[in-house]
């Protein structure tokens, strides 16, 4: 039997979080070593009980759950309510019955996991703000270079914001620390921008409908995303789904369904004013300097559909 990769995530855990953590709970080639909480869709105890709930209504099996950072680096906290809802969830009260988070800071659970492991045979998928990463690097940042790859679900891609013009949530919610993790030197690592789930990547009402009557997990997984679905009315004029965090997991676990990745020297912009938070991106070599990070910026929709369907069962 081939024997399962090791993963950790860590989120800001709302409702699109949470399909992405479902999609790994049912992955057969990786197995969820543990699950950080940090604050960024929710305050991060909430974050934290919305993983927990993930994990009893996905059912498959129960990773620890460390909660890590409840506050940015430099920038104070907003959330994102209109996206999400108050509880990031859809506000409608989910909790989990019997799962409680395990003891121990989230940011010392990942160093430790990190130590106490071969180097290079854990891979961490990062769906909301950066700020465990770029403390967990500034703690011990020769152990953090044993971490195998990151992806992350960061930045506009090569297109526009979500939260400004140039800037994608996660990564404005705190610049600072993605700052740091861009300039660590991490070996392989991976931003999945916002467009990749974009255009044709997008769910659509059937497959949203398609989800929705297949189990009580994807009612679950398109319940929560209520809240989405209305402000994607505004929007984009139709009832539509676009799933970032399920969109960078893909990328991360079935690489195969990307179709627009390069490596690219990038910076963060952590200056005051209209592009706080924005990743920018040398596209044409401007600043001479070697690439630091990949960007993946497309995604093969149908193998990306495919992928999702059936890692939620859905048939």
Not at 260 to 283: A, K, V, W
Request: net charge negative; proline share 3%.
């Amino acid at each position: 039997m081939k024997e399962k990769r090791k993963l950790i995530i860590d989120t800001d855990c709302g409702s699109d979080d949470a399909v992405a953590i479902a999609m790994a709970l049912n992955d057969e080639n990786h197995e969820i070593i543990m699950i950080t909480t940090v604050a960024g869709n929710v305050p991060v105890n909430q974050a934290t009980v919305n993983v927990l709930t993930t994990l009893e209504q996905t059912g498959s099996y129960y990773p620890p759950v460390y909660q890590g950072c409840g506050e940015m680096l430099v920038k104070k906290w907003e959330g994102s309510r209109d996206t999400h809802g108050y509880d990031g969830m859809g506000d409608l009260g989910y909790h989990p019955c019997f799962l409680k988070k395990s003891e121990g800071h989230g940011v010392l659970k990942m160093l430790e996991a990190l130590a106490e492991n071969e180097k290079k045979t854990i891979d961490i998928v990062t769906l909301g703000p950066l700020t465990n990463l770029a403390l967990a690097i500034r703690l011990q940042p020769q152990t953090f270079q044993r971490v195998r790859r990151v992806v992350v679900m960061g930045s506009a891609g090569l297109g526009f914001g979500n939260v400004s013009e140039a800037a994608e949530f996660n990564i404005w919610q705190d610049g600072e620390a993605a700052r740091i993790v861009l300039e660590a030197g991490i070996e392989d690592l991976t931003f999945v921008g916002w467009d990749a789930c974009l255009d044709e990547a997008m769910l659509d009402e059937k497959e949203i409908g398609q989800i929705r009557s297949n189990s009580p997990l994807g009612a679950f997984c398109i319940d929560s995303n209520r809240v989405l679905m209305r402000l994607n009315r505004e929007r984009f004029g139709r009832d539509c789904l676009d799933m970032a965090d399920p969109a960078a997991m893909a990328a991360a676990l079935h690489p195969q369904c990307i179709e627009g990745c390069q490596r690219f020297y990038c910076q963060i912009d952590t200056n005051e004013g209209p592009s706080y938070g924005s990743m920018l991106i040398d596209r044409y070599g401007f600043s001479g300097k070697p690439a630091n990070a990949a960007v993946c910026w497309k995604l093969k929709a149908k193998e990306f559909k495919e992928y999702l369907f059936r890692t939620l069962g859905v048939k």
